[in-house]
C-alpha cells in the first residue's frame, strides 16, 4: 500500500523537495539529505509513513547523485565507471541502497528531512579501484636515515580534489605513490590516503604517526586535479624513507587540501 502511494507521490508535483549532500574525506562518508511534502488528498493515516518513504528515496537518489561525482582517479569518476561496466553499476547501486538513516526531522511547515549516510567502505573500494599489477619503482638509491612515521602532502591552496586512488608525481611526471606502492589489503581497508582540511589536522591524524614527513605540493595535476605534484628532491625524500619504513606500503599518507568536504 505505501509502495503505491509512493509511487503516486514521486510522480505527482510536489513543494519542498530538496537535493542535498556531499562527501566527507576525513571520515571517509557519504551523506545526503531527502526531503518530503505530505500529500494531503492522501488520508492522513497514511501521509507520514509515505512521505517518510519519499523522503528516504530521495535522499537514495541524492546518495547516488553524490557518488556518481567521486573520482576514482584523475581521469575517470565512479559514473565512468558505472557507464562502462554493468557489474560496477549495479555493484554501486546495490551497496549505496544499504545506506544508514541518521535522523529525521519533521519541520514546522510539515515537511520531513531524513539525513542518511554510507561508509566508503573496504567493499566499495574493491569494486572500484583498479589493482595495479607490477612493482612499484622507487628513484631513490640510498634510505633515509630520519626516523619519519608517515608523510603529509600539503597541497593547501591548489585546488586539489580527493579521489579514491590519486597519485603523488615529481616534476619529471614519475610516480612517487600510488596503488602500486601499497598494500592491497591495506588499500581497501584504510584507503590508499588520508585527507585533512590544515595542516594542524593533518599532523594529528593517527595515520601518519607523531613524526610526520610534510612536504609542499608544488600543483596539480591531471584532469580531474587529484594528483599533487612535489619537487623532485622531496620525490626521493619518500622513497628514500621507504626503503627503511613501510609509510607507503601500509598507506601512511594524508593530502592537505581545502576540498575535503564536496
Same mark, same amino acid.
Given at each position: ?9 514521486? $510522480? ?9 549532500? /556531499?562527501? &566527507? ?69 546495490? /551497496? ?20 542518511? &549516510? ?14 595495479? &599489477? ?13 626516523? /619519519? ?6 597541497? $593547501? ?13 615529481? &616534476?619529471?611526471?614519475?610516480?612517487? /605513490? ?85
Amino acid at each position: 500500500m505505501v509502495q503505491i502511494i509512493l509511487t503516486f507521490l514521486l $510522480s505527482a508535483s510536489w513543494a519542498g523537495i530538496k537535493v542535498e549532500g /556531499y562527501v &566527507e574525506w576525513r571520515t571517509q562518508v557519504i551523506r545526503a539529505t531527502g526531503i518530503a511534502a505530505p500529500n494531503p488528498s492522501l488520508p492522513l493515516a497514511v501521509q507520514r509513513p509515505a512521505m517518510l518513504e519519499a523522503a528516504k528515496q530521495i535522499a537514495l537518489r541524492n546518495l547516488l547523485q553524490i557518488v556518481k561525482g567521486v573520482y576514482i582517479n584523475s581521469e575517470t569518476t565512479v559514473e565512468n565507471a558505472m557507464l562502462k561496466s554493468d557489474v560496477i553499476r549495479s555493484k554501486v547501486e546495490g /551497496y549505496i541502497r544499504d545506506f544508514r538513516i541518521l535522523k529525521e526531522r519533521y519541520m514546522s511547515d510539515g515537511t520531513l528531512e531524513v539525513d542518511v &549516510e554510507v561508509t566508503i567502505s573496504d567493499s566499495l573500494r574493491e569494486v572500484l579501484i583498479p589493482k595495479e &599489477e607490477g612493482s612499484p619503482q622507487f628513484l631513490a638509491p640510498e634510505p633515509l636515515p630520519e626516523d /619519519y612515521t608517515g608523510v603529509i602532502v600539503d597541497a $593547501s591552496g591548489l585546488g586539489l580534489r580527493p579521489a579514491l586512488a590519486p597519485k603523488v608525481l615529481d &616534476e619529471e611526471g614519475h610516480e612517487v /605513490y600510488g596503488t602500486k606502492f601499497a598494500r592491497w589489503e591495506k588499500v581497501l581497508k584504510v584507503g590508499l590516503v588520508g585527507y585533512a582540511s590544515n595542516l594542524k589536522e593533518a599532523k594529528a591524524d593517527p595515520r601518519v604517526g607523531d613524526k610526520p614527513l610534510v612536504v609542499e605540493a608544488i600543483r596539480v595535476s591531471g584532469k580531474g586535479k587529484t594528483d599533487p605534484v612535489i619537487s623532485s628532491e622531496d620525490a626521493l625524500r619518500i622513497h628514500a624513507l621507504a626503503k627503511v619504513k613501510p609509510v607507503l606500503a601500509e598507506c601512511r599518507v594524508v593530502f592537505v587540501t581545502e576540498e575535503v568536504v564536496r
